[in-house]
Each structure stands twice: as structure tokens, then as C-alpha cells.
């Protein structure tokens, strides 16, 4: 655990970057410090390992005084990753990821054959040991970075901005590895981002820092979505907080029930016969899984083929987050959410009116005011 207990950093010049700042980062969580540039966020993160001191106040690693400890003791049983993965652009991957370990005095062989396991880890081929880091991409350069940060397998990680300069596509993959890993490897994680969906997906809390250093607002994300402290978190959050809040409602208890179906190949007339007067019929394919919706109104369709569907858009699982079901409902021809089984098989229909009013009866969304 990493406690900050009233720790302030005054600047030389007088600038106060964190004031009078006490959080806790629990054991084996992810911590996420998240608020407008500027807020001291870095500076937070770096009084940590103690590459910035405290002017004030204490910082703990598990129990201890960080002051009370070497720097360079206290920086080998943390990793440090930093945008762009801060790799030494000389050295070769391989070489990069060992300088932990090499410090720590491990033989050669035990260091390469950590590299190469770590490597696999972040999802990188072996062969890029030999290359040099700008012989990667960004995203690549990234993975190194976990990968060197990871390398004496420290228990805690200090991560500042590390997704921040990469394309949204690579970047929500790096953020859905991150996530696998370290349900894995169960690190204390103090990662810092400015963007608070990064914070809200990877946070098992998330605390708000406004300008000045102080803290808004130290919670899990949901009760962040549902509670923001005030105005200044309010804003910070967005104005689709109750949207974005559904994300952590399961669909578990959402009611789901039948809609017209014919098998993909069958008869129009079946289509029609089982529509009873409405305009969409749910086709299924192989192992009944949903094919797409049928207009049994258009006089213009010869039959029940792939070429005619609209596509169900998002589906959703009982096990899943209620968002994926209002998203089904919204991109849905029809207003109805298609729910399906774990092997991806037809269950039921949901419709928008039915999953709103499942939310609100959960009460998951409460203090939402606007
Ligand atoms: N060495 C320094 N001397 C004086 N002021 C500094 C120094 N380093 C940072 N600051 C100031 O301290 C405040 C907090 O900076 P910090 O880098 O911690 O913010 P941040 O939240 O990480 O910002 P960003 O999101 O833009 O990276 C800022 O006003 C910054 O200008």
C-alpha cells in the first residue's frame, strides 16, 4: 500500500503543485490521479520514489516512511513507466529491459531469460530483443516499457501517462492488456493519465486533482460516475456521466423476452406468418446465432438471406454491463437489444423503455441530476 498523508511540494519558485494531499493506494489496486494539466499529478507520482521530495508531510510504502530509505533501495522494488516507454534509445530492447536486473547483480543468463519471458508477456516476439527502440512502433516502444518496469518484478508501478501518445485503436488495446496483466500479476499501481476515460476504465479507484494540487474527489469509478463531489468533478467527469455509469450496471437481472424468429434460408411466408403484423423478424443463423433483423414489410424482399439483414448492432450477455444492451437497443432497426448465451446463441430481446427502466430501479445511477 502507498499512503500520502497531508504531503505538500512547494517549488523553489514558490509554486505549490500538491497541497496537502492524503490518499491511499490499496495493495494490489490500480490508482488512478487523474485532472487538468498541471494539477501536480506528475509531481505526485515522483515524490513516490522520491525522484521529487516532499516539501511536507509523509509518503508510505507499505508502512514505511520513504524518507527513512535509500533512493536507490526505495527505486528498485518500484517500477517507473513513462510516456513513450522512456527507452534508452542506444541500447537494444533486450539490453533496456535487463538494466533492472543487471543493477540488481543477476547473471546475464537469468537476466536474458527474464527479458525474453517478459517479452512474451507484453505480447512482443522474441526477435525484437535485438532491435534497437527506434525500430519499433509507439505502441511497441510501450509494451518495452512495461516490459523494463516489470523486469525485477517490483510490487509496486508508478505509471505516468504511459498510453498517452498513441492512436486510440493501439491505445484501448495496450489499456486491455494492462488490465489482463495485472489480474495476473496483482501489482499497487499508481498511474497517472489527464484522461478521465482512461482513469474510469483502468481505475479500481480514481482520484480527482484539481489545479493547485488539491484533491476533488477519491473514489471508484462507478461512485464517481454516480456522486461527483462537486461541480469542478462534475464537469471533469463529462455530461454523459449517467450514459458512461452503465458500464458498471450488469445486465444480470435485465428482463428479456421473446421476439418473432425465423431460421436464415426460411420462407418468407414463415417470416411473415411469425411477425403477426410486425414490421421485424429476428433471423438466426447456424447455432442460432442472430443473423440480423428482417422488414417482412418490404415488398421488395425475395427471401430470408444474409443480403437483406440489418445488422442486431451490439449484443449483450446477462454477465455483461447494461451499456452494451442500451447501445444494442439505440443501433437496433427495431428498439430491441438482442441478448445472447455465452457461446453467442440467441436468448431474448430487450427493448430501450424496459432496459431505462431496469436501470432506474437498480438505483446504480443515483445522484444523477441531470
Ligand atoms: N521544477 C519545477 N519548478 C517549478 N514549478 C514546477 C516544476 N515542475 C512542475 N512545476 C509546476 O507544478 C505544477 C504541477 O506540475 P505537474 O507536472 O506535477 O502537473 P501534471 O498534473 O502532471 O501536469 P500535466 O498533465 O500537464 O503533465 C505545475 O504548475 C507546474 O508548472
Known sequence: MIEFDNVTKRYAD??????DLSIEAPQGKITVLVGPSGCGKTTSLRMVNRSIEATSGRILVDGR?????????????????????GL???????????TVPHLLGWSKKKSRERAHELLQRVGL??????RYPAQLSGGQQQRVGVARALAADPPIMLMDEPFSAIDPIVRAGLQDEFLRLQEELGKTIVFVTHDIDEAIKLGDYVAVLRVGGRLAQLAPPAELL?????????????RDRGYR????????????????TVGLGGSLADARAVAGGDQWVLVLGPERRPAGWLDVTDPAIPSVDRSHLVSVGTTFTAEGP????????LSSPCGQAVCV???????????????????????????ETS
Open 341 to 367: 448465451d455465452a457461446e453467442g446463441a440467441y436468448v431474448g430481446v430487450a427493448g430501450a423503455t424496459e432496459i431505462a427502466r431496469h436501470v432506474s430501479s437498480q438505483g446504480a445511477l443515483a445522484g
Open 14 to 19: 514558490g509554486t505549490v503543485a500538491v497541497d
Open 226 to 238: 454516480a456522486q461527483p463531489a462537486d461541480e469542478f468533478v462534475e464537469d471533469f467527469v463529462g
Open 245 to 260: 455509469a452503465l458500464q458498471f450496471v450488469r445486465a444480470a437481472e435485465l428482463p428479456v423476452h421473446e421476439a418473432p
Open 65 to 85: 516512511d520513504v524518507q527513512s530509505v535509500r533512493a536507490v533501495e526505495l527505486r528498485r522494488g518500484i517500477g517507473y513507466v513513462i510516456q513513450q516507454g
Open 125 to 130: 516476439p522474441s526477435s525484437f530483443a535485438r
Open 88 to 98: 534508452f534509445p542506444h541500447q537494444t530492447v533486450l539490453d533496456n529491459i535487463m
Open 322 to 329: 447494461v451499456r452494451f444492451a442500451l447501445d444494442g437497443a
